[in-house]
């Protein structure tokens, strides 16, 4: 099955300062790479995904790369902020559809100092 | 708005008893996931469902069960609760759809087994 790897476990950072992700993948079938939040106390959400036919993606201050031959996908932050403090989980799956099952990494607590 | 709720928050049982935690949804949507979520290991999917009735194992189905009678409610069931069954589950939910595989997460049932 799928093994997801992501590093580092924890990152901290200065407000402003950027933030950088990575997460690997074993199975080459996978081509669905979401990114999860996690808030203190509160439920997992999507922020950024991306599929294997593209190579980034970007929102805002948000983005995901993705490199298929490498089988790593890495999500950046720019400008941090406090408020970006929290738990962050990538995933990948096999999915072509919705019928499909996530493998999420261990997760990255991100601490953003002022 | 999706939303999903889950029974309790918070609960305390003794080992050997049966639990039921319940989450619903009210999106109509097709799957339905159960996962455990332990510190340093990430989120980990215990089982899932495609549809009513229909069950499949995830990575760690061993001494849970599920059931789905109805499309919007997928029940988790410990049949035998022990300690090292102590942990925060999450339910999700997600509809097939071309444009976005997003799971949509309940809040959480911290479970303590004493």
């Known amino acids: 099955g799928e093994n997801v790897e992501q590093h580092p476990s924890t990152l901290s950072v200065q407000e402003g300062d950027s933030a950088v992700i990575k997460c690997t993948y074993s199975?080459?079938?996978?081509?669905?790479f979401p990114w999860y939040k996690q808030e203190l106390g509160k439920r997992p959400q999507l922020i950024i995904d991306?599929?294997?036919?593209?190579g980034e993606k970007k929102d805002q201050r948000i983005a995901v790369t993705l490199n298929k031959t490498a089988k790593h996908f890495s999500l950046h932050i720019t400008e941090t902020q406090p408020e970006d403090s929290a738990v962050y989980f990538c995933?990948?799956?096999?999915?072509?559809?919705?019928?499909?099952?996530?493998?999420f990494g261990k997760g990255t607590m991100l601490l953003v100092s002022p | 708005d999706v939303k999903v709720t889950q029974s309790s928050r918070y609960l305390v049982k003794r080992t050997g008893e049966k639990v039921f935690l319940e989450c619903v949804q009210d999106?109509?949507?097709?799957?339905m996931f159960w996962y455990r979520q332990d510190p340093g290991l990430g989120l980990r999917l215990i089982y899932f469902?495609?549809?009513?009735?229909?069950?499949e194992k995830g990575d760690i189905p061993e001494g849970y069960s599920v059931s789905r009678e109805k499309k919007e409610r997928f029940s988790l069931i410990l049949e035998s609760a022990s300690t090292n069954q102590t942990s925060m589950y999450l339910c999700?939910?997600?509809?097939?759809?071309?444009?976005?595989?997003?799971?949509?997460f309940g809040p959480g049932t911290r479970l303590t087994v004493t």
């Open positions: 999700a939910s997600t509809t097939p759809a071309e444009d976005s595989y997003e799971q949509y």
């Open positions: 199975d080459s079938a996978s081509n669905y």
């Open positions: 991306i599929r294997s036919n593209v």
């Open positions: 995933a990948a799956s096999r999915g072509n559809s919705g019928y499909s099952t996530l493998t």
């Open positions: 999106m109509d949507h097709e799957n």
């Open positions: 469902s495609y549809d009513v009735k229909m069950k």
